[in-house]
């Protein structure tokens, strides 16, 4: 299996091969090739900053002699008129990475700003909000570094480091002893020491999986509040407990004041408004 940093690593190449592709026509029709400037990110909305990192990367992959000097690092709380970096070399360069570190940057900080309201919201609670795999096709382990940015947790990363038994697994497997059988059985089989968790829909399903147990969570999918709080006093906390399922901001802290230790939230990463920002020279 790829590193992260393998991945990371492929997603830049790709995208400037879809960017760039055999030559920047604009920027080599005008700009010397020994032309030297340096350009600055300029912040345009309040948030979360999230993937000057990710930044310095890209311009290091590009171009190793740029040279960028960081005022702001990931995770402060900015404004309209901060300045997060200044970047120094070939104009050529400056010109050619601008749009992907722009992407990658208001992207990431979009999600940052975005978790950060979620978690403010479960303020005073244990409650952590949760990112999903409904992420950008390539950007999963930039996105899930900036809901980490913004204060969350990361859910499991893909389908390969954690086990989530959902209600197509357990209704395909024959039921949910089955399900969690069949889960510890390909572990050991394998060799895997992998996390299990099941999503249970209604009461029945949930004390099925407390009488049978081998599970390290349980999701209240599509639970009310009320019913998120009567299920968790059930559970005790013999196992974590994570709620999900058309959860929003607004109804957020219901579920958080239930006691359940996660929320997760696909809005996270699937409908994000990125961050406005600009690249320019000085």
């Known amino acids: 299996m790829k590193t992260r940093e393998e991945l990371i690593d492929q997603l830049i ?10 030559g920047d026509a604009t920027t080599l029709c005008c700009i010397p090739a020994d032309e030297m400037g340096r350009s600055r990110l300029i912040i345009k909305e309040e948030g979360i900053i999230a993937g000057v990192e990710m930044a310095r990367r890209v ?39 601008e749009r992907l570190m722009l992407n990658i940057m208001q992207r990431m900080s979009g999600i940052a700003t975005v978790t950060a309201c979620y978690q403010e919201r479960l303020a005073g ?6 990112d999903t795999r409904k992420t950008t096709p390539g950007m999963r382990l930039m996105e899930k570094d900036a809901v980490r940015i913004g204060g969350g947790c ?9 086990i989530l038994l959902k209600d197509n697994h357990v209704d395909f497997a024959g039921g949910i ?15 895997k020491d992998l996390k299990i968790e099941i999503e249970v829909r209604n009461f029945d399903e949930l004390q099925q999986v407390l009488d049978h147990g081998g599970v390290d969570r349980i999701m209240l999918d599509n639970f009310t509040p009320e019913n998120t709080r ?16 058309g959860i929003t901001i607004n109804t957020l802290r219901d579920y958080g004041e239930c006691g359940v230790d996660y929320i997760s939230v696909g809005a996270l990463t699937h409908s994000v408004k990125s961050l406005d920002m600009s690249f320019k020279a000085f």
């Open 13 to 22: 190449d790709l995208a400037f091969a879809e960017d760039i592709g055999d």
């Open 59 to 97: 311009f290091e992959k590009f171009d190793p002699e740029l040279r960028m000097t960081t005022y702001i690092e990931d995770g402060a709380h900015v404004k309209p008129g901060d300045i997060a970096f200044v970047v120094e070399g070939r104009v050529q360069s400056l010109l050619q990475t």
């Open 125 to 130: 609670l244990k409650t952590r909000v949760l």
């Open 154 to 162: 990361n859910h499991r990363i893909g389908l390969f480091d954690m």
């Open 177 to 191: 002893t089955a399900a969690i059988d069949r889960a510890h059985e390909w572990c050991e089989a394998n060799g």
């Open 230 to 245: 009567k299920a968790v006093e059930i559970i005790a906390g013999r196992v974590e407990t994570e709620s999900s399922g």
